[in-house]
């Protein structure tokens, strides 16, 4: 059973943080104290929520209990926990009905039992659930045999979730190392038949010589002893701190014997409850076992490196000493974590008995909590919690902060495990190494926001876990055991706020204020400019048409939308006419296809980097209007008059105009499969009616590829044009089907339900397409000649890639597709095809005036690149439209990562003068924390992988930065000079997609007309 303690060390506490709130600041005192005299016996008593504890000189005991137990709608892990309390008044018998509930088969976790038993065990160690005597006599040892059984089972189903990763790992994990400072401890001392008998002597006289204690003895044998040795709880310690906190009250003159004594067995009583230190628990487990070295050498370096901190007065102000002495505990303690985990997993310790694998794994728990007091020092010291927060921190604090953050990632690294443990593992080392090689300037202020706002993200996705973990979980129970409003209320908030993973926000969230404050950034980011002035400010989950609150938008009142949540995939014409603006909650890539969709509509979007400004957009929600205003160098949100007077707007947006070829679909060549170089060969207008702008574009960049000026290579492929699908559901005697269904879309394109149920037919019907087998091999054969290649198996429509329709993202594309594998190549075929009629697409053709019957659908199937760098660019800034300025935005891995946004973070951004191609300026560095690669299989999927963006030479070195820089300048000139006028119009900007593979080659896989 785990309790709160400190221990006062000169000026600062020293505790398990297991409580609703964080620790308060620490507190200078004027001169250090001897340990043996520093006090934690307050501790538990002011986080005590039970019953008051009288000490009494006479026999009594307490049978009341004010809980109840109501079973109905529970799980049954829940029902088994509240049903095992409501016959189990005492704490030894919680614990054996405890028993059945967590000892399980580790291959078969539940994880209801686990999270379940975390919060219940919490409340009983904090007196909300009340523990009172049974009427029977069980001395502690019957409480360590019962924790030993539970110990056994959760430390073998952690051993099996940490071998299975992911987020089953990152769950048990979260919820065990929760579990373990809440069970008593099991050592050889308290499992004897008769533990803890120094009680006994203290209350028989022991240091007692002249007989002043008689009064206290009294108190002690029949509040402590009699109660502690026939009916234990957490009661007795609470008991035991108010004894002594009597005992060394000023004024007082009991003999100094005797409360040695009674420290002594204070420490014995912490020690059974697993509520010591971690220095008495470190020290103990080195001078009474047998630790490897590196363990023991490990300590030693820890204690004296505390010792250090210990010593230097607490101050607000940040002092170098201080800073540098915090760095190095933390340096010392996260290694003796890392250590200590190695050894109780794979070393020595693992063959150790159970009551000693428990000790070592609280040491390591606890020097994860003693953690969160070193970083709360450290950001006291730097400013972070001053009111208002220090925002210009000089280099070296900088630097100071970063290392703290990358040990408050490591010990979060080591607690997570999973998915998120690789992750914070990654941000430790990308903060470590920026720490020690710190830019100056500007440069070094946008390469810390980027490691901040990774190490922010992680942070908040893991507080999220905690919150799936114990929210519902924690009302449930509570409500069922009558547990007070507020501290149900409270639990999981406790629990995040007392983790070491909210320090790491707080310093997160620190250094991005301080990158801000030297860069000038606001801490929001215009994707789309323009105005809206009177429009109410609506907040809505997602920008999802279905949503009512969008529906209920009109053209004559319309709403700027306040969206909680975007994958950068969303439509912005098919919300209709009613949107005039929108506020993402979130960093969103500025050439996102929801941020192309929202210039094409002519609506203003702001991405809300600081949580502080989300906070003020969601004040304004009351507001009767708003006036936002969304400029690059200029955004804003205030509350204004109520009455719409102008702004951008989805459906105020010119529609765009009808392109000829996007009516006109040829297919005439329906089922030949042609290669892009034949394709080339067809006059513009030609080409596109066959196959698509996109296509058609592409056999033009496959030509141009060839030029040895042009800079770039563009990968080979074969399209299957027009008609093909059409002529798949013929063969299958499915064509009149397909026919009539596309009909019924066309006249129900204004019901989304009806749209809905539609497509999903047409869905259904198109997926069992298949190209013939000629055609499958057709398709394969430019890529025969290298049996491991894989392929993009892309969209080529004739409503897309257009100067007025670029429908970015809007059909879809497989990737990594072995070509010949002709089963998954022909099933990435038909899924192409069934895009055409998703209820997204049909609702965008419907917006942008295409007739469904007109709609039709070529695939494109091109060489797949393996990139180290992909990259979007636009010859026309997309914000200033200045055309002497190029614009790109980069991230490595698939280009997916930056065309969706599904991935979080931000890319690299940078604009170049076109005028003189080696003159760049970086707005800002990447923080993407994983990278989209293909699998090994083929099967058309990508996989994440953690990607380490602050090392990479894109933001270490200037010089290759520039040279990439240089080389996207002459590339997209060479691009738009052909491509920018095949209608024989005006020059049209390209929007260029394309990557740097790890062998230096520059491609460009796509380019159309920049919105």
Request: aromatic share 4%; net charge negative; with cysteine.
């Amino acid at each position: 059973q785990h309790h709160h303690h400190q221990e006062q060390h000169h000026h600062h506490q020293e505790q398990h943080h297991h409580h609703q709130e964080p620790p308060p600041p620490p507190k200078p005192a004027p001169a250090p104290m001897p340990a043996q005299q520093t006090g934690d016996h307050m501790a538990l008593l002011s986080n005590w929520a039970g019953q008051d504890v009288n000490l009494q000189q006479h026999k009594g005991s307490n049978h009341e209990r004010k809980n109840q137990w109501n079973t109905d709608g529970l799980p049954d892990a829940a029902r088994r926990i509240v049903e095992g309390d409501r016959d189990s008044p005492s704490w030894r018998q919680k614990l054996q009905a405890l028993e059945g509930v967590l000892c399980m088969d580790a291959n078969h976790a539940d994880m209801d039992a686990l999270a379940y038993s975390s919060v219940y065990l919490f409340w009983v160690g904090v007196g909300a659930i009340a523990c009172v005597e049974d009427g029977s006599h069980y001395r502690p040892n019957h409480h360590a045999n019962a924790s030993q059984k539970m110990y056994e089972s959760i430390e073998a189903i952690e051993r099996v979730a940490s071998n299975a990763g992911g987020r089953f790992a990152e769950e048990c994990r979260a919820l065990i190392r929760r579990l373990h400072p809440r069970l008593p401890a099991f050592t050889a001392e308290f499992t004897q038949s008769v533990p803890l008998t120094r009680i006994r002597d203290i209350a028989h006289g022991k240091g007692d010589k002249h007989g002043k204690c008689r009064e206290v003895r009294a108190e002690i044998k029949h509040t402590i002893q009699n109660k502690l040795h026939r009916c234990a709880g957490p009661e007795d310690l609470v008991a035991t701190e108010k004894m002594l906190a009597k005992l060394t009250a000023p004024g007082t003159d009991y003999p100094e014997e005797f409360i040695e004594e009674f420290r002594i067995f204070h420490r014995e009583l912490k020690d059974f409850f697993n509520a010591s230190s971690v220095t008495d628990r470190l020290e103990k487990q080195c001078r009474e076992g047998n630790p490897p070295g590196s363990v023991t050498e490990g300590v030693n370096r820890f204690v004296r490196a505390k010792a250090t901190v210990d010593a230097i007065p607490g101050s607000n102000q940040s002092d170098p000493q201080l800073l540098a002495a915090i760095e190095e505990c933390l340096h010392a303690l996260c290694d003796l974590r890392r250590s200590v985990d190695h050894e109780i997993n794979h070393g020595q310790l693992a063959g150790e008995p159970p009551d000693q694998r428990q000790q070592w794994r609280l040491a390591e728990i606890g020097l994860e909590d003693y953690a969160f007091v070193l970083l709360s020092r450290g950001i006291n010291a730097l400013g972070a919690e001053s009111d208002p927060p220090r925002n210009e921190l000089t280099g070296a604090e900088i630097s100071s902060a970063l290392r703290m953050l990358a040990a408050a990632s490591d010990a979060t690294a080591l607690s997570s495990g999973g998915g998120a443990g690789e992750e914070f593992g990654h941000i430790a080392h990308e903060a470590g190494e920026l720490a020690n090689n710190l830019p100056g300037g500007e440069q070094g202020a946008l390469r810390v926001r980027a490691v901040a706002e990774r190490a922010r993200r992680s942070a908040e996705d893991y507080c999220n876990l905690l919150s799936d973990l114990f929210d519902g979980r924690a009302a449930a129970l509570g409500r069922s055991l009558g547990i007070d409003g507020h501290t149900v209320e409270v639990f999981t908030e406790g629990q995040i706020r007392a983790s070491v993973v909210f320090q790491s926000a707080k310093l997160a969230s620190h250094l991005l204020r301080a990158a801000r404050t030297a860069t000038g950034e606001a801490g929001w980011d215009c994707l789309v400019a323009g105005e809206v002035v009177g429009a109410r400010l609506v907040s809505v989950p997602r920008l999802d048409p279905s949503d009512p609150t969008i529906r209920s938008l009109t053209a004559d009142a319309p709403a700027v939308l306040l969206v909680q949540s975007a994958d950068g995939d969303e439509e912005v014409s098919t919300c209709g006419p009613g949107v005039a603006g929108i506020l993402l909650c979130h960093a969103l890539p500025h050439l996102s296809h929801l941020a192309l969709r929202a210039r094409q509509a002519g609506v203003p979007l702001v991405a809300i980097e600081d949580p502080n400004l989300v906070n003020h957009a969601r004040s304004l929600t009351s507001a009767p209007g708003v006036r936002f205003v969304a400029q690059p160098s200029n955004i804003s949100l205030d509350a204004a008059e109520g009455g719409y007077r102008g702004g951008g707007g989805g459906g105020g947006a010119a529609a765009p105009q009808r392109q000829a070829a996007a009516l006109v679909a040829d297919t005439s060549r329906a089922g030949r499969v042609t290669p892009l170089h034949e394709l080339g060969q067809m006059p513009w207008h030609a080409g596109v009616a066959v196959a698509g702008s996109k296509a058609m574009a592409c056999s033009v960049l496959s030509a141009l590829s060839t030029d040895p000026n042009s800079g770039f290579a563009a990968p080979t492929g074969a399209v299957l044009p027009f008609g093909s699908m059409e002529q798949a559901a013929h063969a299958l005697g499915h064509a009149e089907r397909l026919n009539f269904l596309v009909d019924a879309l066309e006249s129900v394109q204004t019901r989304p339900e009806e749209v809905a149920s539609v497509c999903g037919e047409l869905q259904d019907l198109v997926r069992q397409l298949r190209p013939s087998h000629e055609q499958l091999a057709a398709l394969a054969d430019p890529f025969a000649h290298d049996p491991g290649a894989k392929v993009m198996v892309r969209s080529t429509g004739n409503a897309e890639d257009l100067a007025g329709l670029s429908a970015a993202g809007l059909y879809d594309s497989i990737s990594n597709v072995a070509p010949g594998n002709p089963e998954v190549l022909g099933s990435a075929v038909a899924e192409v095809w069934a895009s055409l009629y998703t209820p997204r697409a049909v609702a965008s053709r419907a917006a942008a005036g295409v007739g469904q019957r007109g709609a039709h659908m070529a695939v494109l199937v091109q060489q797949m690149l393996v990139p180290d760098v992909s990259f979007i660019l636009m010859t026309r800034h997309p914000m200033t439209n200045d055309p002497n300025t190029a614009y790109a935005e980069l991230a490595l891995g698939h280009g997916e990562t930056l065309a969706s946004g599904a991935v979080r973070g931000t890319p690299w951004r940078v604009s170049m003068n076109r005028s003189n191609p080696g003159e760049s300026q970086v707005h800002t560095y990447s923080s993407f924390g994983t990278a989209l690669v293909p699998d090994m299989d083929g099967d058309g999927t990508l996989k994440s992988v953690a990607v380490n963006c602050a090392g990479h030479w894109l933001s270490t070195d200037d010089g290759a930065r520039g040279q990439l820089a240089a080389r996207l300048v002459h590339a997209g000139g060479f691009v738009e000079s052909t491509l920018g006028s095949v209608d024989g119009g005006a020059l049209l900007a390209q929007d260029i997609e394309g990557c740097l593979t790890p062998d230096g080659q520059l491609w460009v896989v796509q380019a159309r007309p920049q919105p």
